[in-house]
């Protein structure tokens, strides 16, 4: 037993208008943790009332901020208590609560950091309709491919964190649907172990799978990725392609020069290209290098909280 008051398994579920839901999640979830806390991300239905009526801790968002933003209050409501093992799942009844000990048993076991319940491994079952398949199948590859995370269901929302990979995701940024793919590029970057268990997801079709539109949470997810890898590497997707803009900006000013000494005619329209491939050159290197240094004092300063968490 571990020093926490007597809190060794924890479940935490962000929430927004899950009245239909909420309550059956929680109840299915206490029967495998010690406690359970609820972030209403500012419903407007009776999300908050029915969590509390059935035992679940909430803290509530006057207004909805995301589901990053979520599970950042989420982490911050459990962090004093320094839990054994934590889990997340969605508020809506897609994810099976009685297959939580399926992904506390490998952290437990002290086998690994993060474990993720994945749609995509042998044994796991999803009804999910087409389009969000396909979606999800391109995102995974993006994540895969570009930020280099080698998970195949990088956005499942159903997870289970060590003390460890606790410490390390509070950190996240993101304040949408972004932040599961975020917590695997960081959960990379720091070398936690992660795997994956087969899990039940059960998309009820009465109903929308999704708080937004596919378009927009697609775009979410892809906006993540993008801040998420030019801040881990600015100085190759910001630093190269700005000194490729000033070799440009050059070269166009010196044939700028080259045709006024040849003919005396001043070109405005290689003027024009030359400043203005300079200016961004410029302006790309120098956000490069902050955001290089940013990073570095971070990294730093991220160190420093875990240590002291």
């Known amino acids: 037993m571990s020093d926490n008051d007597g809190v060794r398994r924890v479940a935490l579920i962000p929430a927004y208008n899950e009245e239909g839901c909420i309550a059956k999640v929680i109840l299915q979830a206490r029967q495998h943790v ?42 911050w409501q459990v962090s004093e208590q320094r839990p054994d093992v934590v889990v ?7 994810h099976d609560a009685d297959q ?27 009804n ?84 937004k539109a596919p378009l927009l949470h697609g775009v979410d997810l892809i906006s993540t990725l993008l801040r998420v890898i030019m801040e881990e590497r600015p100085l190759a997707y910001l630093g190269l392609p700005g ?11 010196l044939l700028l020069l080259w045709t006024f000494n040849a003919t005396r005619y001043f070109s405005l329209p290689y003027t024009t290209l030359s400043l203005g491939a300079s200016m961004i050159g410029l302006l790309l290197i120098i956000a490069a290098i902050m955001l290089h240094g940013l990073k570095r004092l971070t990294d730093r300063l991220n160190r420093m909280n875990q240590h002291n968490i």
Do not use: W
């Not at 506390?104 to 796991?124: F, Q």
């Not at 803009?245 to 000013?253: R, T």
């Open 88 to 94: 997340i799942l969605d508020g809506d009844g897609q």
């Open 128 to 211: 999910a309709p087409f389009y969000r398949r396909f979606g999800l199948g391109v995102i995974n590859l993006l994540y895969a491919k570009v930020g280099g995370v080698s998970v195949k269901d990088t956005q499942s929302g159903f997870r289970a964190y060590s003390l460890k990979a606790f410490k390390c995701l509070m950190g996240c940024d993101a304040k949408g649907y972004g932040v599961e793919g975020e917590q695997l590029s960081l959960a990379t970057k720091n070398g936690l172990r992660v795997t994956e268990v087969p899990i039940t997801v059960n998309y009820n079709r009465s109903s929308k799978t999704s708080k």
């Open 34 to 75: 010690d406690r359970v806390v609820v972030c209403d991300d500012g419903s407007t239905d009776l999300t908050f009332t029915i969590a509390k009526a059935v035992g679940a801790d909430v803290v509530k968002h006057e207004e909805n901020r995301g589901k990053g933003a979520a599970l950042r209050t989420l982490f």
């Open 243 to 253: 000194l490729g803009f000033a070799i440009v900006g050059m070269i166009l000013g």
């Open 100 to 126: 939580i000990p399926l992904l506390m048993k490998p952290i437990e076991a002290g086998d690994c950091d993060l474990v993720i319940g994945s749609r995509y491994v042998d044994g796991a079952r999803m």
